[in-house]
């Protein structure tokens, strides 16, 4: 049989009493009886208790901290790094900036002398700044010190003291602990962890706070494999940093992961960029594999880096969701669309609408995946042409049937990429009589052109040439260049361009390309796809792994990402499905405004002064159609019409029966209209070059003829490319 609980039993309280024995010495104050006992009530007023408790608290506070002589020491440590950041004030960041420019400016005299001036000034200023400096310290320490030494001499002993007191509590005073460190050891104590299962991907929530005060004495740095808890991988970070002299204040929020340890770590002075360097030798003291720690400055917090450490064998991305499958024409150029993950989690989402972009890495980087990703979003939209340019490999591959036009030579290179040149020049014009305002307004009836261009160091010398003037007017007609390169620097690329080229995406490649690509102090501020392997025959290792900068809606942090890797077999499916749901063509108002725009000089041919040939032009500018005859595309349906045949086709015969491989305009009408007056009898040079513009484009330069230095019309060549 069971019985009810007793209900909680109060002290016993009774009223004042007398004292029982007579022999009993006096109680002084309040006296209550306890449980029978006798207990003395201090009957003090409570102010004088409370000061009394805040005065115990104090030497308590005093005792745990060693009277404060960390304090004052950290203390004057902050002091001297203030006066050595205003000593320096930034200048030599300045000065390491100018001499950048100066380098960068390498060939061209005038701004290279403009740099050097620069760098000479920037000097000067500094050594001003450090003399005026260092004048105002000695005036403040020669006044304090006179101070000092008259109170010493007049006061005694006291004063010294006092001087000794007020020294000792300014130290302590600059040297007390944040007050946000106090507040999150107070009210937030250290979570533990809930693991990750293996078939999710980002980060679980928890917070661990240890700040390098903190750390138990006597210890020493141990492998990360020994940390159990997120307490004792905050210790095994501090440790290793602090043993590899980084200044490091505490670690926080420490997760664990399917994958490893994520940590965010503070330094005390200076920025993450000391983690950034030792980060291989905390790989050895962490006991991980190479690139196993992954430190992240945050923009958010300058003082702060996310460490990321990988446990050895594991794979961040291994959880990573695949590739979305989107329908042929089921979203715009202007969309974003996930081509990646990031090592924490997080999308990697694009959008190349008026994006010029560069993908860096070397032989196995995974500069092929990186495209394919790209161009599988690119050709599933509604108003884009994509466009496939490789003089030494195969391209965009697996998506071939996707491509509207795919150019392996030299001569189609060039064609392509003069023609999308011309019709950049041509949209400018034609932007305003549409209304368009500053940009091109893309849409179904007006479509984007997306050009890869894989291996861009193989090609030709006229084609980066050609590639450079459409980078540089392209953007804001809806003409958008993507270029592939084993590196990212001149001897690779031809020009300093990397890192005037919006979208950047690096693989594993060479520390110089980093700098290339993302600047001089990329390194230091964490950018390292040099850190990254790339893949043999036996190995993918980090092959599709990328930093990347640049990406419309996204701030630019160093963060490794993964870019999908899809099968060959789902890209041929896809594009098989696009190929049958019908490619987009370009509009013809496009098309139409490129017949009034000239050439650029250097694709003109040369004549001497008696108007005699003396070069061939290098490219000549063809029609959609006849690129895509030029390409191996097929013709768009119902482009020329069965008249326009006709009438290339009597004008090819004319020439051949004439011997001749040209012929002017006004020639060409006269026979044709000789050959057939009823036929021809009413054309004129104008309907001639209107009925041909189409398809043949405006006349060319051909050469002294009939009497003419220069005259224009039409090549023999061009004409029978159409037949």
């Known amino acids: 049989m069971t019985t009810a609980p007793h209900p909680i039993r109060q002290p016993n309280l009774s009223i004042v009493k007398q004292p ?29 208790r409370a000061k009394l408790a805040a005065v115990e608290a104090a030497k308590d506070h005093a005792l745990d901290n060693k009277l404060y002589a960390g304090w004052s020491a950290r203390g004057y440590k902050n002091l001297a790094a203030r006066w050595l950041e205003a000593y320096r004030d930034d200048h030599p960041q300045m000065i390491a900036t100018a001499k950048a420019g100066r380098k960068a400016a390498k060939g061209n005299s005038t701004a290279e002398a403009d740099a050097h001036d620069l760098v000479k000034t920037r000097r000067e200023a500094y050594r001003r700044h450090r003399l005026f400096h260092l004048g105002k310290t000695a005036a403040w320490s020669a006044v304090g010190m006179a101070g000092a030494a008259t109170g010493a001499i007049v006061g005694g002993t006291l004063v010294e003291t006092a001087i000794g007191v007020v020294a000792y509590a300014t130290g302590v005073y600059h040297g007390r602990p944040e007050l946000v460190e106090a507040e999150v050891e107070a009210t937030a104590p250290p979570l533990s962890i809930i693991e990750q299962v293996d078939n999710d991907f980002g980060p679980n929530t928890g917070q661990v706070f240890m700040t390098a005060d903190q750390l138990p004495e006597g210890g020493s740095p141990f492998p990360i494999a020994q940390a159990r808890t997120p307490q004792q991988l905050a210790e095994c970070v501090l440790r290793a940093l602090i043993a590899e002299n980084v200044p490091v204040a505490e670690v926080s929020d420490v997760i664990r992961l399917s994958w490893g340890w994520q940590c965010v770590v503070r330094v005390s002075e200076g920025t993450p960029e000391a983690i950034i360097k030792v980060a291989g030798d ?41 590739l979305p499958y989107r329908a042929p024409k089921s979203m715009s150029i202007t969309d974003k669309f996930r081509i990646g993950s990031s090592v924490g989690g997080d999308e990697l989402a694009v959008s190349l609408a008026g994006v010029m972009g560069l993908v860096v890495a070397t032989t196995g980087g995974g500069k092929t995946g990186v495209l394919q990703a790209l161009a599988e979003g690119t050709t599933a939209c509604c108003d884009n042409i994509t466009i496939d340019l490789d003089p030494h490999g195969d391209g965009l591959e697996d998506l071939h049937d996707a491509v509207r036009i795919t150019a392996r030579t030299n001569e189609q290179i060039e064609a392509v990429l003069l023609f999308f040149f011309m019709l950049s020049k041509g ?41 450079f003037d459409l980078l540089l007017v392209g953007r804001k007609e809806a003409v958008a260049l993507e270029i592939a390169s084993q590196g990212g620097t001149k001897l690779y690329l031809g020009e300093n361009i990397a890192q005037m080229i919006a979208l950047k995406a690096v693989g594993p490649c060479k520390v110089g390309d980093t700098r290339a690509v993302f600047g001089e102090g990329s390194v230091s501020e964490g950018w390292l796809p040099h850190r990254l392997s790339p893949a043999t025959d036996t190995d993918p290792k980090d092959a599709g792994h990328i930093f990347i900068q640049g990406v419309p809606g996204m701030p630019d942090e160093p963060i490794e990402y993964k870019v999908h890797e899809v099968p060959s077999g789902t890209l041929r499916t896809l594009a098989t499905e696009r190929l049958e749901a019908g490619l987009v063509e370009p509009d013809q108002d496009s098309l139409d405004a490129m017949a009034g725009i000239d050439l650029p000089e250097y694709v003109e041919p040369v004549y001497d002064i008696e108007g005699v040939l003396k070069k061939e032009a290098p490219v000549e500018l063809l029609t959609w159609e006849q690129l895509l005859k030029l390409c191996d595309a097929e013709p768009m349906a119902g482009a020329q019409p069965e008249a326009t045949t006709a009438v290339i086709a009597d004008a090819v015969d004319l020439m051949v029966k004439a011997g001749v491989d040209r012929m002017r305009t006004e020639t060409l009408v006269a026979k044709l209209a000789e050959h057939d007056p009823a036929a021809y009898g009413d054309m004129t040079a104008e309907s001639l070059k209107e009925m041909l513009a189409p398809v043949v484009g405006k006349p060319v330069t051909i050469g002294a003829l009939d009497g003419l230095l220069n005259p224009r019309g039409f090549k023999r060549d061009a004409l029978a490319r159409l037949l």
Request: aromatic share 8%.
């Open 20 to 48: 029982t024995e007579p022999t009993a010495e006096p109680v002084e104050g309040a006296v209550v009886e306890h449980h029978g006992e006798i207990v003395k009530q201090d009957s003090s007023p409570s102010w004088m």
């Open 282 to 322: 905390l790989e050895t003291r962490f006991d991980l594999a190479t690139n196993g720690v992954r430190p992240t400055p945050m923009k958010e917090r300058r003082a702060c880096a996310v460490m990321r450490m990988v446990d050895r064998g594991a794979d961040p991305f291994a959880s990573a969701p695949g």
């Open 427 to 467: 949209r400018a014009r034609l932007r305003k009589k549409l209304g368009m305002g500053r940009k091109w307004k893309v849409s179904k009836e007006h479509p984007h052109f997306t050009i890869f261009f894989d291996e861009f160091p193989k090609g030709s010398d006229l084609a980066k040439r050609l590639a």
